[in-house]
């Protein structure tokens, strides 16, 4: 069965950071684009960032920008969000997503609190 | 960006009737649109892309309809595992966009 298992969220003060992390099973991550999107509380879904298959390629949201970096190791199976600069406006569950037009799977996602 | 707006936000049906959820863009997606269901405490997940192309495994009483600005997602009969919240995303133009989700409760 495909998974995708996101770690590393937790409670964080504002300005601080954060690294999620996003292991993929069975398949490999390597032939994939790859996405985080988020869900504040209440909320509907936005994304956040996005991947090529060999990381060559990245795009950001634009409240994101700047702060926020994607990456993989494809060697790792791997995904990760390195959060920077985080604010109060940042607080939701963070997916990862495989797929490239649309998300044909998601991880259980991983929650990011940011309080002081 | 696209924009785009689900109706209505909460949909109130009875077990066994149909549910018809819409989705409009503010400008042409074409068939360029994926359907996901969410139920509470879970991750979204896929059931239909191109407008109207079921996902792996999705029961024949979901289907997707429509193009351009105006899409439709049909529960024919509604069961109970299908009460959930319901998102459409389009996937036309860059960057894709999510609708803020249709409520579908139990009436």
């Known amino acids: 069965e495909l998974q995708l298992v996101e770690s590393g969220g937790g409670l964080v003060q504002p300005g601080g950071s954060l690294r999620l992390s996003c292991a993929a099973s069975p398949f490999s991550l390597s032939s994939y684009w790859m996405y985080w999107l988020r869900q504040g509380p209440g909320e509907g879904l936005v994304w956040v960032s996005r991947?090529?298959?060999?990381?060559?390629?990245?795009s950001y949201a634009d409240s994101v920008k700047g702060r926020f970096t994607i990456s993989r190791d494809n060697a790792k199976n791997t995904l990760y969000l390195q959060m920077n600069s985080l604010r109060a406006e940042d607080t939701a569950v963070y997916y990862c997503?495989?797929?490239?037009?649309?998300?044909?799977?998601w991880g259980n996602g991983t929650t990011v609190t940011v309080s002081s | 960006e696209i924009v785009m707006t689900q109706s209505p936000a909460t949909l109130s049906v009875s077990p066994g009737e149909r549910a018809t959820l819409s989705c409009r863009a503010s400008q042409s997606v074409s068939s360029n649109l994926a359907w996901y269901q969410q139920k509470p405490g879970q991750a979204p997940r896929l059931l239909i892309y191109g407008a109207s192309t079921r996902a792996t495994g999705l029961p024949t009483r979901f289907s997707g309809s429509g193009s351009g600005t105006e899409l439709t997602l049909t529960i024919s009969s509604l069961q109970s595992e299908d009460f959930a919240v319901y998102y459409c995303q389009q996937y036309n133009n860059w960057p894709w966009t999510f609708g803020q989700g249709t409520k579908v409760e139990i009436k």
């Open positions: 997503a495989r797929g490239y037009h649309y998300m044909d799977d």
């Open positions: 991947i090529n298959s060999d990381g060559t390629s990245t």
